[in-house]
């Protein structure tokens, strides 16, 4: 390790000598088959060291500092800053141009930044140089991946074999079970579009999946259950909607390097050129984390001791008389366990207080200002309207775990969208139905008995 890193650092030196550059691609390919050897667990001492011996040179800095403020006229200024601006860059900056250079050398960097990305959130490896690597990292690929570079591509069942399995595996959202369910969801009055690189050629870097309807769907079993046969031909007449039920975000190096929201843009386009009469945009969108917000709400309540905010005195008997014991406790285990779905009494009286409690978690619960939810935060920056909550839209185990079988249609009003992401943006106001304020001034209203 010692001795790659030496070589390494000699290599980041910026010279541009015609001579040397066979040396140095032998170099940087010579780092990139090290580096790819290393195993997990070394990979974050490795990193560390990298940056901290091939970064920025302070004691430089310092002296192009002094110069700089010593500079009189505007040239000499300009010379001084432009050294100081240089000598700021870190100096692997050179490495990880010079890898871009080599065959799939972008893909190892966005994979370069996965590991750099893993190792601060696991504390595997947290220094102040990984952490400026890790910003280097996204603004170069923020750059790259900028959406003139991008190319929109849709899938269909005569896309490549490779393409199509790499599709299934990346799917996050609701999980392809097999090849004639990829088919059907290729297939008639099915959408699959992504977005590609150049750099990365059959490498789908953001998947969206769009379901052709009459109406704006409020169940996903509907849309990835059996129906519609991969053999049936499309009825123009009856597609007036497009729902979007499921984006993925393929590379984790890709993390906040944003494409989603320009995708769906795109796809908008492609669909109206398509269907001149489509009116109706919106998605079925999952939950994830309302369970665990609920039952950590609940959890902390039970520590205050204090009056049930939760649940209205009506709503807490009537669970009471079909559960017996201490509600919140129970209704907590319930919702861990999902238990509670085995019970149609139990399902009929959580309806209305789970989607009171959902309604605040995606509205009123705020990180930093904006939603707490990350998919809903997507959808409103977009320009998107929180438009329906939909009770047991999804009964499949993860989406009952996840968020108690309930999704949310995030509408798309075309000619509000930009308005709409202004505003939340720079306000974080949220634009929602009439369902969603009732539901949230009724969890309101609740919390301050």
């Known amino acids: 390790m010692d001795e790659i890193l030496r070589r390494t650092v000699e290599a980041c030196e910026p010279r541009d ?25 070394q990979r974050p001492g490795f990193l560390s060291r990298l940056t901290a011996e091939c970064g920025v040179e302070h004691g430089r800095v310092g002296e ?14 300009l010379q001084a800053e432009q050294r100081l601006r240089s000598c700021l860059t870190p100096r692997y900056s050179v490495l990880i141009s010079r890898i871009c250079g080599l065959e799939d050398g972008v893909k190892f960097i966005v994979d370069l930044r996965a590991d750099v990305l893993r190792c601060l959130e696991t504390k595997a490896a947290d220094c ?21 570079f991008l190319k929109l591509e849709r899938i269909t069942w005569q896309s490549s074999c490779d393409l ?41 870097l953001v998947v969206l999946h769009v379901a052709l309807t009459d109406d704006i769907s409020k169940n996903i079993q509907i849309i990835v259950g059996r129906d519609p046969s991969p053999e049936i031909a499309e009825d123009v007449n009856k597609i007036t909607t497009a729902v979007f ?10 993390h906040q390097v944003h494409l989603g929201n320009y995708l769906i843009k795109r796809v908008v386009k492609e669909l109206q050129g398509e269907f001149p009469h489509m009116k109706q945009f919106s998605s079925l969108s999952p939950i994830p984390g309302f369970t665990k917000w609920l039952a950590g709400t609940i959890s902390d309540q039970m520590k205050e001791g204090t009056t049930n905010r939760i649940l209205t005195q009506a709503e807490s008997k009537e669970i009471q008389e079909i559960v017996g014991g201490p509600v919140l406790e129970t209704l907590k285990r319930l919702l861990i366990t999902n238990e509670w779905v085995k019970s149609e009494k139990l399902v009929r009286v959580l309806e209305l207080p789970l989607m009171r409690l959902c309604a605040w978690y995606l509205y009123g619960e705020k990180h930093r200002g904006a939603a707490l939810n ?24 993860r989406g009952i775990s996840s968020s108690s079988g309930i999704m949310v249609n995030y509408r798309y009003f075309l000619e509000d969208t930009n308005y709409n992401s202004v505003q939340y943006l ?24």
């Open 164 to 204: 199509l399995e790499k599709i299934s595996q990346y799917e996050a959202v609701h999980p392809v079970r097999s090849w004639t369910d990829i088919k059907r969801r290729v297939g008639p009055y099915r959408r699959c579009y992504v977005f590609t690189h150049s750099a990365m050629p059959g490498e789908p």
């Open 374 to 397: 990350a998919v809903a935060n997507f959808h409103l920056q977009n320009g998107a309207v929180m438009w329906r909550l939909n009770w047991l839209a999804n009964t499949s185990p």
């Open 17 to 41: 000598k015609p001579a040397l550059a066979a040396l140095y691609e032998e170099q940087t390919r010579e780092f990139v088959r090290f580096y790819r050897g290393l195993s997990a667990e």
């Open 128 to 148: 102040p140089h990984l952490r400026e690597m890790e910003g280097t990292l996204k603004k170069l690929l923020s750059n790259w991946f900028s959406i003139g």
């Open 64 to 77: 192009l500092c002094g110069r700089l403020a010593e500079a009189r006229g505007v040239g000499p200024l």
């Open 245 to 254: 039920y499921s984006i993925s975000s393929t590379q984790p190096g890709l």
């Open 426 to 449: 720079k306000t974080r106001h949220i634009e929602a139905s009439e369902q969603i304020l009732s539901l949230v001034a009724q969890f309101q209203k609740n919390s301050k008995l």
